[in-house]
């Protein structure tokens, strides 16, 4: 593995943050007081799926799961469902941009997960990637003097 298609989706997740942060900036400006956590909900689960499409279309589309792999798409979407309620609670109440932490702690959330449950190992690569995410939370909550 590791051709010139994993440095091309490297890039991609790169920009995850930098989307996330300018939606909640948006957000911020622009949404209505008093939006439920549904609509939050809805609006980014159809962002992300209208995102994925052209991927899954250049991919060769759909197949069809057996029996075991329905079972591991329902848990996923309780799952899912879950981790979003908390989400969108979470993200009604609090300020949007400060908000945007919160990613980090999941990510930092499913490295611990993988170490513990999954027989995950720590790489290198890993490791400075903590140590960015780290810098990157002291540098938002430090305050200016």
Known sequence: AGGSGSAWWLALALCTPISI??????????????????????????????????LLVANGGLTRPGMAGW???????????LGYRVYFHFQRVADPVYFSQFGYVVSATGVV??????????TL???LAIGVILAGIAMVNARAP
């Open 113 to 122: 997960s993988g170490l513990l449950f999954f027989n995950e190992h720590l």
């Open 125 to 127: 690569p890993m490791l």
């Open 21 to 54: 942060a300018a939606g909640n900036v948006y957000r911020k400006l622009r949404m209505p007081k008093g939006a439920p956590a549904s609509l939050l909900a809805g609006g980014m689960l159809l962002g992300g799926a209208l995102a994925l499409l052209p």
């Open 71 to 81: 079972t591991v798409i329902l848990a996923q979407c309780v799952f899912t469902s």
